[in-house]
């Protein structure tokens, strides 16, 4: 058996990026829209999260959107980018693990899968991520292979970094799981190509996201990684 692990929320904690990220962009959209309440942004958050929005900066223009209207919500995004967002970014390459975080049980998940079955992972995730995963984190050695969105230039939902695993790891999809926080990006399109998905509910922000058809439903769906032990 072939497992295929996203990253973001499913084997990396974002919580504390998402944390210093909505703080700042409430503080910049607040200067906006000065009734902007906390639960005002909540609720916008979570519409936005709602219109799956793909990356970072796409998550960011449709809570901007959500806030401030079509007509304003640009002028936010520029002033988001400038004051929290780039130096963000700096701090996130100066000291990822302030950021990011394996979830508590991944090491020994992985562990153990690895023992049993083929893993390698199936992300949207910067080139730089290979990097942590080798030396920060020290969880490399559990994949066979990482598909990184940035480096094969196809992103999950597309089909394509998909079959692209599944080539590479000589694998029939029946064969195959995938495993990651989305139904839209994970579980959609893997279960459309004949792979089982399941999906990993963790502290994920996108995990408030429902099922539109049969494929995005997962197969099993569970809180954190630990159940992968006894169905493994
Ligand atoms: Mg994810």
Redesign the pocket.
């Known amino acids: 058996m072939w497992l295929f692990f ?5 084997l990396l904690s974002e919580k504390r990026f998402h944390t210093v990220r909505n703080k700042g962009l409430y503080n910049v959209l607040k200067s906006h829209r000065k009734d902007l309440t906390p639960n005002a942004y909540d609720e916008a958050h979570r519409r936005a999260i709602l219109c799956r929005p793909e990356g970072e900066s796409s998550r960011v223009r449709a809570i901007a959107r959500e806030v401030l209207g079509e007509n304003e919500f640009y002028k936010a995004v520029l002033e988001y980018r400038e004051k929290v967002g780039h130096p963000l970014l700096n701090s996130l390459e100066k000291d990822p693990n302030s950021f990011f975080q394996p979830y508590p049980e991944v090491r020994e998940v992985l562990a153990y899968l690895s023992k049993r079955h083929s893993l390698a992972v199936i ?2 995730q910067h080139r730089n991520v290979r990097n942590l995963l080798e030396r920060t984190w020290g969880l490399a050695s559990y994949f066979q292979f990482m598909i990184l969105s940035e480096e094969v230039g196809f992103k999950k939902p597309d089909r394509e970094i998909f079959l692209l695993a599944l080539d590479r790891a000589r694998v029939d999809p029946s064969e195959a799981w995938m495993i ?3 139904v839209d ?2 579980v959609g399109p893997s279960r459309s190509l004949g792979m089982k998905a399941i999906k990993i509910k963790h502290d ?1 922000e ?1 995990s408030v996201i429902e099922p539109i058809s049969d494929n995005e439903e997962p197969d099993f769906q569970f809180i954190d990684l630990k159940p992968l032990l006894n169905i493994f």
């Open positions: 996203d990253i973001g929320e499913t992300a949207n990651g926080d989305r990006t994970d994920s996108m």
